[in-house]
């Protein structure tokens, strides 16, 4: 019955915008190529999904994007942390890090067509340029803001340098690497799309683009929506079970404030 | 008796960045504390007497004189000097057993040992039942009783204690100074505690030192000779405990004309 419930509580959201969305479709307003309708996108879907070509876009994507995340943060979280607790290294890599930041990942499409040719390899280039800002930002804030009480209590209980690095500095910082995660893979998909668009032959964000060559608008809004769903079910199974089970459970983080 | 802790000439000059000048918190402090000893340190706001706790704890360092403690000059910070804070300082992330079993798990005792160890001082402050909270599910007064268990259970030399009761309120408080007096005299511990309340300080110590405003220099050293076990429902119309109140608030009112 909970269960039920929830799951109501989760799509109903879904199922109004979808209402109106198919009100404005009938009512005529736009011609069909500018504004497909719900039902033709359903039908589209259902019909790439059966003849794979939707699978095989969605796993070059994901591909990409899981590379580029992990290598972004396989630099950034030891990047991260290596500049929080070390004075020396925040101020070499602070001025680097600032100036490389305000550049879009996108930016870097030229030079990574330059180096790794069309492709899957300079859409997970610049996804790792996406993902790396984000997670190293989130990451040093959190480590500012960690309490220094913390790191004194355990001191005066015997904590040597490593110590305080595993059982307060780590813990600690979770809630903002969780965040930076959030937004590095945002960053990643905006990438991966705009990369896929310009710089690939495969993938959910070249997909759309081709869709819109031969003016099938239903297939561009399947390409948008999967790229929806895919974000969607990395929180509701990945990220969100993890802050449910850590920084929640822990405290430091609520899910919202409505008492305020 | 040889004294535990000395404190020899000890004095402590910061640089405040606000007012853009050279404080001086502490001046020339010199003290010892024998084992099992429980002593309070009192004065107004910026005597430096928290400046003074931290320098034992060896969170601080002094700008003159040396501290001792077991006759080891203080360096840094260790297990034989486990401090209480008054935000709690718990972890948030360990329940209240895996914060209570932090200590010895550094010690790397084995398993067994540190799950005994763990539930004895579950117990004795009174936290059966809540072993498996996180420390946001506690009251104040729990948390502070699982902060007091967690420096308890890595068996210092000496218990710090900085303000620990301040932030909880006041009926709460006086059922954890009860509760401090009845563990620190079975578990024998030696404890320095930090107080800007004198009444706190007269009920809990054997003895009170009282420091005077900015610097911080000792103007009483004051040994309380109430019987003990102490309860507040018997002392506080005691009328030696008035008197140790008011003579500690005479010296240090006294030092600030």
């Known amino acids: 019955m909970k269960a039920a419930r929830t799951l109501f509580a989760e799509l ?45 876009n969605l796993a070059v994507s994901l591909k990409s994007l899981l590379l580029g995340f992990v290598v972004g943060c396989a630099i950034a979280v030891p990047l991260g942390y290596l ?7 925040r101020n070499f890599f602070d001025p680097l890090v600032n100036l490389l930041q305000a550049i879009p990942g996108l930016a870097w499409i030229p030079f990574a067509i330059l180096w790794f040719g069309l492709g899957q390899g300079a859409v997970t280039f610049i996804i790792v340029m996406s993902v790396f800002f984000p997670v190293l930002h989130n990451l040093l804030t959190g480590i500012r803001m960690v309490q220094p009480v913390l790191i004194e209590a355990v001191r005066t209980l015997g904590a040597n340098r490593g110590d305080v690095i595993r059982h307060v500095i780590f813990p600690a910082t979770l809630p903002n690497l969780m965040t930076g995660i959030r937004l590095g893979i945002a960053f990643g998909f905006r990438s991966l799309v705009g990369g896929e668009m310009i710089a690939s032959t ?34 509701r199974l990945i990220l969100r079970p993890i802050e449910q089970r850590t920084t929640m459970r822990w405290g430091l983080v609520r899910e919202g404030l409505e008492q305020a | 008796m040889t004294d535990l802790l000395v404190a020899r000439n000890v004095s402590k000059t910061y640089f405040d960045t606000v007012a853009n000048d050279n404080v001086v918190a502490l001046e020339d402090v010199s003290l010892a504390i024998r084992p099992h000893e429980f002593v309070s340190v009192i004065g107004p706001s910026g005597c430096g007497k928290s400046t003074f706790l931290r320098m034992v704890a060896g969170l601080d360092k002094p700008t003159a004189g040396e501290i001792t403690v077991s006759g080891r000059k203080i360096t840094g910070p260790g297990a034989d000097r486990g401090m209480v804070f008054q935000e709690y300082a718990l972890l948030p992330w360990k329940t209240t057993a895996a914060n209570i079993e932090f200590g010895p798990r550094l010690k790397k005792l084995p398993k067994a040992e540190r799950e005994a160890i763990t539930r004895r001082f ?52 006086q059922h954890l100074q009860e509760e401090l007096t009845a563990i620190t005299a079975r578990e024998r511990t030696t404890v320095l505690f930090i107080t800007h309340a004198i009444e706190e300080a007269v009920f809990l110590s054997d003895r009170v030192i009282a420091l005077s405003g900015r610097p911080g220099r000792i103007v009483a050293d004051l040994a309380i000779e109430l019987p003990r076990p102490r309860r507040w429902d018997a002392l506080v119309n005691d009328a030696r405990f008035a008197a140790y109140r008011d003579e500690l608030t005479r010296c240090i009112h006294g030092t600030k004309a």
Not at chain 1, 83 to 89: E, F, K, Q, V
Not at chain 2, 127 to 145: A, C, T, V
């Open chain 2, 122 to 173: 579950v117990e004795l402050v009174g936290l059966k039942g809540f072993e498996n909270k996180y420390p946001h599910q506690l009251s104040g007064g729990m948390r502070q009783r699982a902060a007091v268990a967690r420096v308890l259970a890595n068996n210092p030399t000496v218990l710090l204690m900085d303000e620990p009761f301040a932030a909880v309120d006041a009926m709460t408080r």
């Open chain 1, 83 to 89: 500049m929080g607790l070390s004075r020396a290294s």
């Open chain 1, 202 to 235: 495969d993938g959910l964000g070249y997909a759309i683009f081709n869709a819109q060559q031969y003016f099938q608008s239903a297939r561009i809004v399947v390409g948008m929506l999967a790229i929806g769903i895919v974000w969607l079910a990395m929180d």
């Open chain 1, 12 to 56: 109903f959201p879904f199922a109004v915008a979808v209402a109106i969305w198919q009100a404005l479709a009938m009512a005529g307003i736009w011609p069909k190529v500018l504004f497909p309708s719900p039902l033709e996108v359903a039908q589209t879907f259902a019909a790439d999904l059966a003849s794979g070509v939707l699978l095989v």
